[in-house]
C-alpha cells in the first residue's frame, strides 16, 4: 500500500509558483492597450484566440463587450460598457492553472514590487489586508474566524489614459494583475 501511495505522489503533476514576470508581460500586451479602446484591444487579441476561442462577445445594442482570451496558464478576461455618459474599460490577466494552492504570499509580493511601475508621477499605494469571508456558500466551510492573508495595490499614473489604474492583488496561491479606467463620453 505504502508503495502504491508513493507512486501516486511521484506521478502526480508538481505545482508550479506564481509566475509573476510573466503576468506583468501579458498585462502589457492586452491589458495596455485595452485601456486604449477596443480598436486597439482587437490589434492584439486577435479572432479567434490562440485556443480557437471566439474573444469578444456582445449585448445586441453593442453597449456591453466583453472578451476572453488567453496563453498558457493565464487568462486574459475584461471589457468595455458604454454608458450615455461614460464608457467602462477594464483587463485582468490572471494565472488559473499549475499555481501551489497555498505558496507564500510574501514572496510574490516582493516580485510584484520589484516589478511594478515607479518613477515620477506614479503612485502606489495598498499592502497586507486580513479578510474574514462571511459563512455562506462554499465558505461555510472555512473554520469560523479564519483571516485570509492577501495583498491588494492600487498604480496611478503608470498608464495611459490618465484615468486609467493598475491593481495588483495577490493572495496564497492567487495572483492578478487588473486595470480599470473610467471614460468621460
Known amino acids: 500500500m505504502r508503495a502504491v501511495v508513493l507512486l501516486l505522489l511521484t506521478a502526480a503533476p508538481a505545482s508550479a509558483a506564481v509566475d509573476v514576470p510573466r503576468a506583468f508581460e501579458l498585462f502589457d500586451a492586452y491589458c495596455r492597450p485595452a485601456m486604449q479602446g477596443i480598436e486597439a484591444l482587437r490589434e492584439v487579441a486577435k479572432v479567434p484566440g490562440p485556443n480557437g476561442e471566439q474573444v469578444f462577445a456582445q449585448t445586441e445594442d453593442g453597449s456591453w463587450i466583453t472578451y ?88 496611478e499614473g503608470a498608464m495611459e489614459p490618465p484615468e486609467a489604474v493598475m491593481i495588483g492583488s495577490m493572495g496564497p496561491g492567487v495572483f492578478r494583475l487588473n486595470a480599470f479606467a473610467v471614460i468621460p463620453r
Open 68 to 155: 476572453h482570451t488567453g496563453e498558457g496558464d493565464f487568462l486574459v478576461t475584461g471589457g468595455y460598457r458604454y454608458g450615455a455618459q461614460s464608457e467602462m474599460r477594464d483587463c485582468m490577466v490572471q494565472q488559473v492553472g499549475g499555481i501551489a494552492g497555498q505558496e507564500p504570499v510574501e514572496p510574490v509580493e516582493a516580485e510584484f514590487l520589484d516589478l511594478a511601475p515607479g518613477g515620477e508621477g506614479i503612485a502606489i499605494s495598498g499592502g497586507k489586508v486580513l479578510e474574514e469571508m462571511p459563512a455562506v456558500g462554499h465558505f461555510a466551510m472555512i473554520p469560523k474566524g479564519h483571516r485570509n492573508d492577501r495583498r491588494e495595490y492600487v498604480i
